[in-house]
């Protein structure tokens, strides 16, 4: 039996909306409780005032494995989730071959013993990810998939959606769409406008992701699926999702870190590093999402974590691979919103933990009793200038190379184990 | 000298000092280029390579003449054909160039943004000779000149372009440059081939020709672009031809001395109506081609005079 009591702590509680000091007691990699006595015997660790926040559960990430395990293992994105304060990885199954079947499912599975962190695995909708036949959900599902998704690829075929959606009710699998139309978003790098049009990227008008949102959401409707849009971006997207909530439909939202730090100004002369799928949006987008955070319309904040070698980015800026990697920059990127007075700590740890844990159903997410003691110990003050090469993922593609930031995590716990960080 | 530029990628970095240095420059050039003996030493010795990554004729031959003119070795790499299709990427060919110490490049690339991340990669002067739907700043700064030639100023006079502007790297770089000289400037075009945003670009916007062109001082055509049309902009050529297509009866909304340009290739018949294309007493189509060459003249000469200065700074141990 271990205990360990984190004393003189800032507690950040997302399911109680707190932020106060205290101190946790964990033993045996489960939280005991906030503010009792310690039993004899237990580590004492000392967090100086720190934040002490539930690890984050990042939903989206990509690794390279099967297939472009030279842009990241398993055991190199589970390096940087702890170094970043992510204690579950929920990753993506646009693999070279998509995760597509129980076999696959479980080699991933096998090879992400690998991580220090937990790792969960979503499966693809359809087999290849083709948009053609639908998987075998109720396979999957047994062998642990949490969601099921095409990526970025939108399935095009209503008719095949729909039946992915009803069958996908009947098991309860929770199916994640991509909701940017795909023949206006065709050959896209930048949202359309006066910034796309001076530099003469090829551009996708955000009015893409109403179209996409809106045909998603009445095929929610007529089938009853549980569904959740991995990126809502733009402003005019909202009214929809709201309906939507407002109607009983069982939808979630997400939106990367990145459409809530920086806008499409950003991409400046041609920086690569600042393409994505979506591209980035207006400012004034952006300022409308962070408060569509804020009052829980979008649920959950990822980082979307992309890697690309180096070569996949070293390119004319339209030709240039999508994403960036962002296991290590998620927290510190949420530390400018809550530095900028848009949202409080424990609105960022609703949409970065508990949020995904509720979605997901996962156990982790909360300070709870009985909870695991998947934790980060973090100083959101703390300033530094990221060197991207001192980034734990394999591939170094952060549109933050250089930035000013806030925010280090001094210590992350996955069931109670140290997987990061010294004495605080 | 106001010119402070290392390279030439694009009309946005330049000032209107820049700007009207190079043409000065390059009025010197267009006197030079009327004289049985063309030949200048500004490039002597200095080695000049044009990459066209993109087919081009009348560019590429321009600025060949441009080099061979000022006295530089110039060479032509038909980079569309070789080495790109082997798998080659830019940078590689880019750097493989730069190996061979070239002094001027000319690069010409179907991506935006394409010449600018070349240019970061080599140590010489590089000029930007169209890079996807970005900019073709000579070509801009041969048309500035073109009108200060036949108005006498290149300012205070109303401009219009007119055509496929949102797919024309041309109207992108002469919107900035006209832009900077502070002259009032009108789109003219389809809905379809407007760019998204030209209204927050301090420009008014038309969609009935003949509006657009009243009073015009100058009325500039752009060709339509079929290769960079990946289909459904405009019904068909003859309906464009109707509505945006410049001929006689619509250029009669035009100032009485309104000049006609074109940046050619033409489609005659789809954005000009050939009688006035070749109407010497309102196109000044084929100034345009002249002026191409002592533009280009005037930039290489500046490009080299900067590199040289730089070189000598470097060499003789002064920080820059």
């Given at each position: 039996m271990t205990a360990t009591l984190f004393t003189n702590a800032r507690l950040i509680d997302p399911e109680a909306q707190t932020d106060a000091p205290g101190s946790l007691l964990v033993r045996d990699g489960v939280i005991q409780g906030i503010d009792i006595d310690a039993p004899e015997g237990a580590t004492v660790i000392d967090c100086n005032g720190r934040a002490l926040a539930p690890g984050i559960i990042d939903w989206g990430v990509k690794i390279?494995?099967?297939?472009e395990r030279h842009k990241e293992s398993f055991r190199s994105a589970g390096l940087a989730a702890a170094a970043g304060g992510v204690t579950t990885i929920v990753a993506r199954p646009d693999t070279l071959p998509p995760i597509d079947t129980p076999e696959s499912l479980e080699f991933v599975t096998r090879r992400a013993a690998d991580a220090p962190v937990n790792i969960r695995h979503m499966a693809a909708l359809t087999k290849a990810r083709e948009g053609r036949e639908m998987v075998e959900i109720g396979f999957l599902t047994d062998a642990g998939a949490v969601a099921f998704t095409d990526g970025v690829r939108q399935v095009t075929d209503t008719r095949l959606l729909s039946r992915c959606m009803t069958y996908a009710r009947g098991l309860g699998a929770l199916i994640v769409g991509h909701p940017q139309d795909a023949g206006l978003s065709r050959g896209a790098a930048a949202t359309s406008g006066k910034f796309a049009s001076i530099y003469g990227i090829p551009a996708v008008s955000p009015m893409a992701e109403v179209i996409g949102l809106d045909r998603d959401l009445a095929l929610v409707a007529m089938t009853g699926c549980r569904w959740h849009a991995d990126q809502i971006t733009t402003a005019r997207a909202l009214p929809a999702l709201r309906r939507a909530r407002d109607a009983g439909l069982d939808v979630t939202a997400g939106i990367s870190i990145h459409h809530l730090t920086l806008?499409?100004?950003?991409?400046?002369?041609?920086?690569?590093?600042?393409?994505?799928t979506p591209p980035l949006r207006s400012e004034d987008d952006r300022l409308a999402m962070v408060q569509a955070v804020a009052d829980g319309l979008i649920d959950v904040i990822a980082s979307f974590h992309t890697p690309q070698d180096e070569e996949s980015k070293r390119l004319p800026f339209e030709a240039a691979a999508p994403g960036a990697v962002g296991l290590q920059t998620l927290l510190p990127a949420a530390m400018r919103l809550y530095h900028q007075g848009g949202l409080s700590l424990p609105q960022l740890w609703r949409a970065m933990s508990l949020n995904p844990a509720k979605r997901l159903g996962l156990p982790g997410g909360r300070l709870s009793v009985g909870a695991p003691a998947d934790l980060v110990l973090f100083d959101p003050d703390a300033p530094f200038v990221l060197d991207r090469f001192t980034l734990l993922s394999k591939s170094k593609n952060t549109p933050f190379d250089g930035a000013r930031m806030e925010g280090r995590v001094l210590g992350t716990w996955v069931a109670g184990r140290r997987v990061f960080g010294g004495k605080p | 000298m106001t010119f402070r530029a290392r390279h030439l990628l694009g009309i946005d970095h330049l000032s209107p000092p820049e700007i009207v240095t190079l043409l000065d420059l390059a009025e010197d050039y267009v006197a030079l280029n009327r004289?049985?003996?063309?030949?200048?030493?500004?490039?002597?010795g200095m080695t000049q390579i044009n990459m066209f990554f993109e087919n081009s004729t009348r560019t590429q031959a321009s600025f060949e003449l441009a080099g061979k003119r000022l006295g530089a070795d110039v060479m032509n790499m038909a980079v569309a054909h070789s080495s790109v299709k082997k798998g080659e990427t830019l940078i590689d060919t880019a750097l493989t160039l730069n190996a061979m110490q070239p002094d001027l490049l000319v690069v010409r690339h179907p991506n935006s943004g394409a010449v600018n991340l070349l240019a970061e990669k080599v140590n010489c002067a590089v000029i930007n000779a169209g890079d996807g739907r970005h900019e073709h700043p000579t070509q801009a700064l041969l048309d500035a000149l073109t009108i200060r030639r036949a108005k006498g100023r290149l300012h205070r006079l109303t401009i219009a372009i007119c055509g496929?502007?949102?797919?024309s790297r041309v109207a992108r770089s002469n919107l900035l440059l006209l832009g900077k000289m502070e002259n009032r400037l009108r789109l003219i075009g389809p809905s379809t081939l407007m760019p998204a945003g030209a209204g927050e670009m301090g420009v008014e916007l038309f969609e009935n020709m003949r509006e657009g062109l009243k009073g015009a001082d100058v009325v500039m055509m752009l060709r339509l672009q079929k290769e960079r049309?990946?289909?459904?902009?405009?019904?068909?050529e003859r309906e464009y031809f109707h509505r945006f297509g410049l001929d006689a009866e619509k250029l009669?909304?035009?100032?009485?001395d309104a000049i006609v340009m074109h940046p050619g290739p033409m489609n005659r018949g789809v954005e000009i109506d050939g009688t006035i294309a070749d109407d010497i007493n309102r196109s000044v189509i084929q100034d345009q081609v002249e002026m191409g060459v002592a533009v280009r003249m005037a930039a290489l000469d500046l490009l080299a005079r900067n590199l040289r200065a730089e070189r000598g700074r470097a060499a003789a141990g002064v920080m820059v």
């Open positions: 390279g494995e099967p297939g806008n499409e100004y950003d991409v400046g002369d041609y920086r690569t590093f600042f393409r994505f | 004289r049985t003996v063309k030949h200048a030493d500004a490039l002597a496929d502007i949102a797919n049309m990946d289909g459904g902009f405009i019904p068909s009669a909304c035009a100032a009485p």
